[in-house]
């Protein structure tokens, strides 16, 4: 049944830009202050408190339209939009309409194989409304810290086709947010929020009625709720029902969407310029910032450069920091392979998710453990084990190696001596594989082993038996 439905999905996406201070007046956005303790007239709404424009919230907001290709207006406006709200004291957002910041950009990405290009209608600079809170026993409390905040509103086209897709989506916006260093995009502490249309139709038919979905605050809840909904909207086709225009909500825990409130028309908001603020006047030097070299271009360049794997480079780029790790690190290594195997197995698996600037071991201390099995001055296996020891310690490689002594492999000669010493302690074994029983190498190799305390390089104490032993 849901075969013959064509699913039809656009985005509406908010980040909370991550500057000092609030969009309109000089109060501090700092996450997690005790409530109402960063506010002053300007983000209380007091009449006659005049907004002042913070500067770094639009030169992050254009870092984000030129990533996204977008057209930018080298002058936009503010407008008030006018709705009533506990938790917008003024009755209205200063936000922007016609003459937005910037329009028509596209994010490409690729989903099940195949290139996607989703288009971006336009972006918006906007203030952030209070936060509220409904306590079980029935008030609602307000935290005006939120109010104010800077907000960059981003609108797709309805261009995506499936409820993965729109998560892909989502997830390479975020990526690329990030990059930019606009917003931290902490799904948890609210930084960014999708809102979503969504209807169904028959291929061919006109476009069915939307329905739009509220507060997907996780990729996860972005996913299901759309899922819900698809599934919802084809079975009321199906049973003759007919799709209402509606803003919905998705409830995590019972996994289902819920009608909110009848949409309003755009002119109930009755948008009207803001008349105590200037027309934003771009100056130049706000496009001529250099752009950061973007996720896609760093994988491709991961591959194509350092000769990696697409699903490695793919992981070593996930994040710029986890990017930029690796290329400290790799400063003065050959084996770049080995490097990134590291950086993608051993180090993002210890941080299980935590961002690689948590990392206890800097690129450098990593290098010169590194560098240690490339001159093969210890074992990898030996490697495996200093690192547990440097993130257990605190200590550096050397150091480690200093003080377990004796535990650096100097040479192949060192080696050498100590496989004539075992040949020479072992005549019945070297008689049994000298006679044919090739299997008595493993004892011998055991023993170099123990004597060198585990460091050497099984393969080389093979190779080096072998040769003794069939001399
Ligand atoms: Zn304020």
């Known amino acids: 049944m849901a075969a013959d439905y064509e ?46 424009l913070n500067q770094e919230a639009v030169r992050k907001a254009v870092l984000a339209a030129r990533a996204l290709g977008a057209r930018i207006h080298r002058r936009s406006y503010f407008y008030r939009k006018n709705y009533f709200y506990p ?41 952030e409304a209070a936060k509220s809170f409904h306590t079980d026993d029935g008030y609602t409390l307000l935290d005006f810290n ?77 996913e299901e709720g759309l899922r819900y909904e698809v599934q919802r909207q084809i079975q009321l086709l199906e049973s003759g029902g007919r799709v209402v225009q509606e803003t919905r909500l998705f409830d995590e825990d019972e996994g289902v969407t ?33 752009l950061p070299e973007l996720p896609d271009a760093k994988r491709e360049r991961f591959i194509r450069d350092y000769g990696l794997r697409p699903d490695v480079a793919e992981v070593l780029t996930l994040e710029r920091e986890t990017a930029e790790y690796f290329e400290a690190l790799i400063q003065g290594l ?18 299980k998710g935590q961002a690689i600037t948590a990392f206890p071991i800097r690129p450098e201390g990593l290098r010169e453990l590194l560098r240690l099995v490339e001159t093969r001055k210890i074992t990898l296996n030996k490697a495996k084990d200093v690192f547990e020891k ?15 002594g004796a535990t650096v492999i100097a040479s192949e000669d060192v080696l050498q001596t100590i496989v004539d010493e075992v040949i020479r302690e072992n005549p019945e074994l070297v008689e049994k594989y000298r006679k044919g029983k090739t299997g008595v190498i493993g004892p011998l190799i055991g023993q170099v082993m ?3 305390k585990g460091s050497a390089d099984p393969q080389v104490v093979r190779s080096l038996l072998v040769a003794r032993l069939e001399a």
């Open 146 to 222: 939120r109010s104010g905040i800077p907000l960059l509103e981003i609108v797709t086209y309805p261009d995506l086709r499936s409820p993965a897709e729109a998560r892909t989506f989502f997830t390479r916006l975020r990526q690329l947010l990030r990059y930019l260093r606009i917003s931290p995009c902490d799904m948890e502490k609210g930084h960014l929020r999708a809102d979503a249309n969504i209807s169904v139709r028959k291929p061919g038919e006109p476009l069915g009625t939307k329905v739009e979905l509220k507060n997907l605050n996780s990729f996860k809840a972005l």
């Open 87 to 127: 938790d917008l004291p003024k009755g209205y957002q200063i936000t922007q309409y016609t003459y937005s910041l910037a329009e028509e950009g596209a994010l490409e990405f690729e989903f099940e194989g195949q290139k996607r290009r989703v288009r971006i209608e336009r972006m918006n600079l906007e203030e």
């Open 390 to 404: 440097m993130l257990d310690t605190g200590k550096s490689a050397a150091e480690i190696i200093e003080e377990e």
């Open 258 to 290: 819920r009608p909110m409130r009848t949409k309003e028309e755009a002119h109930d908001y009755r948008y009207f310029p803001e008349p105590d603020l200037l027309p934003l006047d771009l100056d130049p030097k706000f496009l001529e910032e250099p």
């Open 7 to 52: 699913v039809i999905i656009g985005l509406e996406i908010h980040v909370e830009l991550d500057t000092q201070t609030k969009l309109f007046c000089g109060c501090s956005r700092e996450y997690g202050r005790d409530p109402n303790t960063q506010i002053c007239p300007v983000c209380l709404g007091y009449p006659g408190a005049l907004p002042v």
């Open 450 to 452: 123990k004597k060198t």
């Open 334 to 351: 050959t084996d770049i392979e080995q490097a990134a195997h590291w950086v993608a197995n051993r180090v993002l698996g210890h941080l």
